[in-house]
């Protein structure tokens, strides 16, 4: 049987569809095709432009239903790292701790605004920024996605065929690039409008008038403003596409040798026809193995990159009457939270933000491979 193994049981070719060619380390040019069609580049040529725009379309869409999803958690993350709403937690008992206590003080702040939010201001309130954010989400995604699946194809290329994990920090980093510098007037509006309270005096209406009062008072730099930080979080973004792509390989790699494996080709135990997963599509269990995948390669990157958040927001809080302006650059902004909060304050609105993101990246990519998957 051993002997077989490629050819035997009908299914198991078509099952394994040959992922990882043991005689190459090349993986994908699409994030889940595990063809590297080196033999026939010149068919390829009309595909690949339709294949950027499958890369477009998929990310916008994950990115869409990602954000109408978590979009409360969106609005306390972002509260979370401002400096204007220390009176509002100072009801919770979670403000002022340190250490371990610190930690579990920002699950009880999350859930503590979540309903100070919904009580003292309207269920709508948790969807401020919506817009906005959306009006971000979808371009950000679409580009940032289109991006990287196309830089990774033209960086294989260059690379003779080799796809590794130079290629895709590569890819990453340029489509990280690109990105923050297109979508940052966006993010900019968006964070203006969620640090508005109800309770307070309004200043933007709407986005539309946040912009034209950013222009008046701040100049077209102002919709810049947290750019610095933003080129920070390509870091974010780099090291979460490296570690989903190794962990996808990973589990690619162990199924195919589960498929090829002499003890599951045969015998009447389900669990050892773990081969038929492949066929005619992808079975419920892949599936979820690509949604942890997403989860903890987001988990492990926001971990590391975080403070460039709360650095961000402070950058882009609205200036408080005639007050100078308190946070004017990224260095100036990191050592005056330092000065005035600590360390601790790096770290504001994790908790939220975790319960956000981690959610948010499993459901967006599950509709961008989904949808390559299907049309790619």
Same mark, same amino acid.
């Given at each position: ?5 490629g ?9 394994v569809?040959?992922?990882h ?7 994908s040019s699409g994030?889940m095709d595990g063809?590297?069609?080196k033999?026939?580049?010149?068919r390829?040529i @009309?595909k690949r432009v339709q294949?950027?725009?499958v890369h ?6 994950g990115?869409?239903?990602?954000a109408?999803v978590?979009?409360?958690?969106d609005?306390?993350?972002t509260?979370?790292? @401002?400096?204007?709403? %220390?009176?509002t937690l100072a009801?919770s008992?979670?403000?002022?701790r340190t250490?371990?206590?610190s930690v579990?003080?920002?699950? %009880? !702040?999350t859930f ?6 919904? &009580?003292?201001e ?7 920024g919506? *817009?906005?954010?959306l009006?971000g989400?979808i371009p ?11 830089g990774? %194809?033209y960086? &294989? /290329? ?5 796809e590794n994990?130079l290629?895709?920090l @590569?890819?990453?980093v340029?489509a990280?690039?690109? &990105? ?6 966006i ?11 109800e309770?307070k005096q309004?200043?933007?209406?709407n ?8 222009l008046?008072t701040e100049?077209?730099?102002?919709l810049?403003?947290?750019?610095t930080?933003?080129?920070l979080?390509?870091? /974010?973004g ?11 390989t990973s589990? &690619?790699?162990r199924?195919a040798r589960l498929?090829?494996?002499? !003890?599951t080709?045969?015998?009447d ?6 081969v038929?997963?492949?066929?005619? *599509? %992808? !079975?419920?269990? /892949?599936?979820v /193995?690509y ?6 390669a ?9 403070p ?11 200036p408080?009457g ?6 004017t ?11 005035e ?7 504001g ?6 319960l956000?993101?981690?959610p948010?990246a499993?459901?967006?990519f599950?509709c ?8 790619g």
């Amino acid at each position: 049987m051993a002997t077989t193994a490629g050819t035997t049981a009908g299914g198991v070719v078509v099952a394994v569809s040959n992922p990882h060619n043991s005689a190459s380390t090349s993986t994908s040019s699409g994030p889940m095709d595990g063809q590297a069609n080196k033999d026939v580049p010149t068919r390829n040529i @009309s595909k690949r432009v339709q294949f950027s725009w499958v890369h477009f379309l998929a990310g916008g869409t994950g990115g869409m239903v990602g954000a109408l999803v978590t979009s409360p958690l969106d609005v306390v993350k972002t509260r979370l790292q @401002s400096s204007l709403y %220390k009176d509002t937690l100072a009801g919770s008992t979670a403000v002022n701790r340190t250490g371990i206590m610190s930690v579990l003080g920002h699950i %009880k !702040d999350t859930f503590f605004l979540l309903g100070h939010i919904y &009580t003292h201001e309207s269920p709508r309130a948790l969807y401020k920024g919506l *817009g906005p954010n959306l009006v971000g989400v979808i371009p950000a995604r679409a580009i940032n996605f289109a991006a990287y699946g196309n830089g990774k %194809k033209y960086f &294989t /290329e260059l690379n003779h065929g080799n796809e590794n994990t130079l290629v895709h920090l @590569s890819s990453a980093v340029v489509a990280g690039v690109v &990105t923050a510098t297109a979508t940052n007037p966006i993010w900019m509006v968006k964070t203006r409008m969620q640090l508005q309270s109800e309770g307070k005096q309004r200043i933007y209406r709407n986005s539309f008038h946040c912009v034209v009062e950013i222009l008046k008072t701040e100049g077209i730099r102002g919709l810049y403003k947290g750019l610095t930080a933003s080129y920070l979080g390509v870091a /974010e973004g780099t090291i979460q596409w490296v570690i989903y792509e190794h962990l996808k390989t990973s589990l &690619t790699e162990r199924r195919a040798r589960l498929a090829l494996s002499p !003890d599951t080709m045969g015998g009447d135990d389900p669990s050892s026809k773990g081969v038929r997963y492949m066929v005619g *599509g %992808k !079975d419920v269990e /892949e599936w979820v /193995e690509y949604l942890g995948a997403a989860g903890a390669a987001k988990f492990i990157a926001s971990a590391i990159t975080y403070p460039h958040e709360v650095l961000r927001t402070r950058m882009r809080q609205t200036p408080q009457g005639n007050e100078p302006v308190k946070y004017t650059g990224l260095a100036q902004t990191f050592r005056l939270v330092l000065k005035e909060e600590g360390i601790a304050a790096l770290y504001g609105g994790l908790t939220a933000h975790m319960l956000r993101v981690v959610p948010n990246a499993a459901i967006m990519f599950f509709c961008y491979e989904a949808i390559l998957h299907r049309f790619g």
